[in-house]
T-cell receptor, first 111, second 115 residues
Framework: NAGVTQTPKFQVLKTGQSMTLQCAQDMNHNSMYWYRQDPGMGLRLIYYSASEGTTDKGEVPNGYNVSRLNKREFSLRLESAAPSQTSVYFC??????????FGSGTRLTVV | QQQVKQSPQSLIVQKGGISIINCAYENTAFDYFPWYQQFPGKGPALLIAIRPDVSEKKEGRFTISFNKSAKQFSLHIMDSQPGDSATYFCAARRDGGGSNYKLTFGKGTLLTVNP
């Protein structure tokens, strides 16, 4: 099925641990995005990649890094997880900003 | 700075009623206005979208009304059903140049439709 695939779906980390969230899309979209969703805060952009080979900071980039591995894959890395990073993370892709397609999310808890 | 303001934060409607969610924006460079629907445990999914040269767009029971001069747009759900219970996000697209396109999202409205 065409779409955006995120792994893992759930993760529990201890404070200070690192992890990488994986995202892949098979719709030949140029742009990819990472959002976090917290209650009452809506969807906040962490990082985005307008095209292969480029990445830019979004609204809340602190504590995160990203890699646009190729046109299909865009990963998000937490180098030293903090409880404030407990959230639901969504990856999305789009063709020129129209009709974002979102993945099903990664529910991350940092204890 | 919140560029897209969405209201209300939550909404309760009886089955068969009309649900109305409003959004206001500030940046006149926005050129595309989608609405997303999100069910619990799922990612947001595109519901309906409009461009600023159109004042209204209807798809089934869902209608977007757009007021360019007021910089406001709204989602109307006619004959609301319990299956419409979800969180709804409005958004606005901006062309940042060089293939740099981003959506700015409202904070969401939790809609509950009672049977």
């Amino acid at each position: 099925n065409a779409g955006v695939t995120q792994t893992p779906k759930f993760q529990v980390l201890k404070t200070g641990q690192s992890m990488t969230l994986q995202c892949a899309q098979d719709m030949n979209h140029n742009s990819m995005y990472w959002y976090r969703q917290d209650p009452g805060m809506g969807l906040r952009l962490i990082y985005y990649s307008a095209s292969e080979g480029t990445t830019d900071k979004g609204e809340v980039p602190n504590g995160y890094n990203v890699s646009r591995l190729n046109k299909r894959e865009f990963s998000l890395r937490l180098e030293s997880a903090a409880p404030s990073q407990t959230s639901v993370y969504f990856c999305a892709s789009s063709l020129r900003g129209y009709g974002y397609t979102f993945g099903s999310g990664t529910r991350l808890t940092v204890v | 700075q919140q560029q897209v303001k969405q209201s209300p934060q939550s909404l309760i409607v009886q089955k068969g009623g009309i649900s109305i969610i409003n959004c206001a924006y500030e940046n006149t460079a926005f050129d595309y206005f989608p609405w997303y629907q999100q069910f619990p445990g799922k990612g947001p999914a595109l519901l309906i979208a409009i461009r600023p040269d159109v004042s209204e767009k209807k798809e089934g029971r869902f209608t977007i009304s757009f007021n360019k001069s007021a910089k406001q747009f709204s989602l109307h759900i006619m004959d609301s059903q319990p299956g419409d219970s979800a969180t709804y996000f409005c958004a606005a697209r901006r062309d940042g140049g060089g293939s740099n396109y981003k959506l700015t999202f409202g904070k969401g409205t939790l809609l509950t439709v009672n049977p």
